[in-house]
């Protein structure tokens, strides 16, 4: 009797423990594909740079990394999706920093979502500056001679894509930084502003580097200067504003976040996994060709950088008094 009891406890002991197996070897991350939530169209930079990068992650995990573009409301959208998944590591995004360093202070009370409570911040990937542009006929070749040209002719329109985008504000910063008075113009995208910029139509524009580096080296508009703070590594004949104006920085960034309440775990292996990524010489050379500068931060410090731009957008947005209809 005692025999047969041991015999069916030593059972019971075994299937547990081939259970116990079968679940850890469940729970292994990634053991199914990984959603890569991209808030914005195929074919623009934050979805190349996404694919780019969830490619190196398909070969290096074994699992697919399938992009997944949810456009809308500047970004807004895609990242509240992203915000309201289960936090397993199953489901992650690229943000950029109108979604979570513009939009956060411009629409905080509209908003789905609290940048400091929902999000896990796993790395920042790059960052690109915008550059002064003017159409030919403009006298101005330095910053210096732009603000002088400014200050005699107020009001001048100037080119953006919208309220609160980097175009608006970076010309808010000049405005603030010079002390001079200038008018916003929206258009629906960079390329119709660029072109009516060729065109003449509109003589000025602080656009995104991606957008405005073809148009100056083929010599159809004129770099005044550059938004990063030191030279560009990418453009290092355009000097920058700041060399103007002291401390005059604008970097949107481009990062990877992941709902918040992820496995410590599974947020240590995506952040090396994304490091690793990230030094791997043909993605560096694929992202230096969309102009954008790898800025390799991995997790608290992406998180601490974006703080800190956060911080500089909410001074110029409530300096200007800038508001989205």
Known sequence: MTSRILTRLALVAVTFGLLGG????????????????VPFAAGGNTDVMARIFAEQLTKRLGQQFIVENRPGA????????????????????????????????????????????????????????????????????????????LKANPETPYATSGAGTTQH????????????????????????SIQDLIGGQIKLACDNFAVA?????????????????????????????AATLPGFELMPAFGWVGPANMPPDIVKKLIEELVAVGKI????????????????????????ALAKERAGYARVIERAGIKVP
């Open 213 to 241: 580096y073809e148009q100056v080296k083929a010599g159809s508009l004129r770099a005044v200067s550059i938004t990063s703070l030191g030279p560009y590594p990418l453009a290092k004949e355009i000097e920058p504003t």
């Open 281 to 304: 010489p043909e993605v560096r050379t694929a992202l230096e060709k969309f102009g954008v500068l790898q800025t390799e931060l991995p997790g608290a410090a992406y998180a601490e």
């Open 169 to 192: 504000i970076c010309g808010a910063m000049l405005e603030d930084a010079a002390g001079l008075k200038m008018t916003p113009v929206t258009y629906r995208a960079s390329n119709l």
């Open 74 to 149: 500047g970004g807004v959208n895609g990242l509240h999706a992203m915000t309201r998944a289960a936090p397993d590591g199953y489901t992650v995004a690229v943000a950029t920093s109108g979604g979570i360093a513009i939009n956060p202070i411009l629409i905080k009370d509209k908003i789905p979502y609290n940048v400091e409570k929902d999000f896990t911040y796993l790395y920042g990937m790059a960052a690109q500056p915008n550059i002064w542009l003017v159409n030919p006929s403009v006298p101005a070749k330095t910053m210096a001679e732009l603000i002088a040209w």
């Open 22 to 37: 079968a679940a850890t070897a469940q729970e292994k991350w990634p053991s199914r594909p990984v959603t890569v939530i």
